[in-house]
Structures are given as structure tokens and as C-alpha cells.
């Protein structure tokens, strides 16, 4: 199956930096992809769609100014965790859309663990 | 508004055993049902996915049912091993034009004991 990856699993940082997160589709081009939060023992909450090419598609409640998403080529996808708070300490999960026989699939990432200090 | 809920949120079994996971759903249009299993800091895997058509499919231990009518699926684990210790998430997918939208349940965490 496709392969998605994330880039760093685990960051620890201080409050007022920030941080990127790196989302990779390794054997596939994908035009679409996805971002999530999910928060322990919680299920995964939509923050975003990343275009590749175009402007970010927010979640209501999510601030675009703070979650910064760049989907510059059809295999990667950031998103900037800006001036992280302790708040934002939570486990980040990316996906890639892929259309296969007319039904189309997310592939998650292994997701980055985020720890504000 | 699309929901889905699964049952039990928790569950503890000896290895060897047999379980059985809920999920009903109110998720419109439906267009699948995927089971995914998602170890403790990793990713979800997809473990089955089910259209509207489809009322089983397995893969290895894990057979998955969908009731199309009733709006309920369920994923059943035989012969449980250690390994399948995780959380387990039914995700239900609506068609929206050329895309689909998905709801997330919040999961069962299944452990399984020696």
C-alpha cells in the first residue's frame, strides 16, 4: 500500500518557538492531504486540507495564522506550529488522499508526538 | 450532523480469545466504513474497508460486518494475541461530490493479557 511519512515523530521545543512538521507521500503523488490533532485517549480531529498549489482549507475553530500549511509539491506537505504554546502539546497525524478504482483513500502518517516545555 | 460511536470505549481480554467491537453510525451520504487499528503513538492502520454493498470482508483474524440497514458494523478478533493490543477506530466515509468527508469514532482500546 502507499506509504506516508512524518518528519521529526518526536519534538520537544519551548513555548514562543516554532515548530514544522514534515508530510511526505513516499511512492505516490498526492494532490491532497490532510492534517489532524489528536489528544490522548481522543479520536483524531480534522484541522485541515493542504492543496498542493493552493491555500490551505481550515477547520472551524482552527486558527490558519498559528497552524501554518505549505503544500508546495504533490509529495510534501508542512505544517508550522507557530509560537507554540503548552497547549499545542498534542500527537500531529497527516494523511494522503489516493483514488484507486474510483474510491478514494487516506494513508495516515505515523504521526509527530509535539511536547511545548 | 454525522456521527459515528463505537463500543465498548474500553476493553480487556486474555490472550487466545475472541472479541467482538461495535460501531454505529449516522454518516450521510454513505460511501464506506473502513476499520483501522492504531498502535499507542503510531499512525492508524487500515485494517478493512466496506461499501454500501458489502456486509463482510476479513482480513486474516479480523473479519468486519456492515449492516447497511441498521447503520452498524462490527469487527471481530479471533484468536487475540498480545500484538493486538491497540486502539481500534471505525471511520465512516460521505461522499461529497468527486471527495469524501470522514467521521472518526473515538475508539476501543483493547488490550490483550497473558
Known amino acids: 500500500g502507499a506509504v506516508v511519512s512524518q518528519h521529526p515523530s518526536r519534538v520537544i521545543c519551548k513555548s514562543g518557538t516554532s515548530v514544522k512538521i514534515e508530510c511526505r507521500s513516499l511512492d505516490f503523488q498526492a494532490t491532497t492531504m490532510f492534517w489532524y490533532r489528536q489528544f490522548p485517549k481522543q479520536s483524531l480531529m480534522l484541522m485541515a486540507t493542504s492543496n498542493e498549489g493552493s491555500k490551505a482549507t481550515y477547520e472551524q475553530g482552527v486558527e490558519k495564522d498559528k497552524f501554518l500549511i505549505n503544500h508546495a509539491s504533490l509529495t510534501l506537505s508542512t505544517l508550522t506550529v507557530t509560537s507554540a504554546h503548552p497547549e499545542d502539546s498534542s500527537f500531529y497525524i497527516c494523511?494522503?488522499?489516493?483514488?484507486?478504482?474510483?474510491?478514494?483513500?487516506?494513508?495516515f502518517g505515523p504521526g509527530t508526538r509535539l511536547t511545548v516545555l | 450532523k454525522n456521527q459515528v460511536e463505537q463500543s465498548p470505549q474500553s476493553l480487556i481480554i486474555l490472550e487466545g480469545k475472541n472479541c467482538t467491537l461495535q460501531?454505529?453510525?449516522?454518516?450521510?451520504?454513505?460511501?464506506?466504513l473502513r476499520w483501522y487499528k492504531q498502535d499507542t503513538g503510531r499512525g492508524p492502520v487500515s485494517l478493512t474497508i466496506?461499501?454500501?454493498?458489502?456486509n463482510t470482508k476479513s482480513n486474516g483474524r479480523y473479519t468486519a460486518t456492515l449492516d447497511a440497514d441498521t447503520k452498524q458494523s462490527s469487527l471481530h478478533i479471533t484468536a487475540s494475541q498480545l500484538s493486538d493490543s491497540a486502539s481500534y477506530i471505525c471511520v465512516v466515509s460521505a461522499r461529497t461530490g468527486t471527495a469524501s468527508k470522514l467521521t472518526f469514532g473515538t475508539g476501543t482500546r483493547l488490550q490483550v493479557t497473558l
Open positions: 460501531c454505529n453510525y449516522t454518516v450521510s451520504p454513505f460511501s464506506n
Open positions: 494523511s494522503a488522499r489516493v483514488y484507486l478504482t474510483g474510491t478514494d483513500t487516506q494513508y
Open positions: 466496506m461499501t454500501f454493498s458489502e
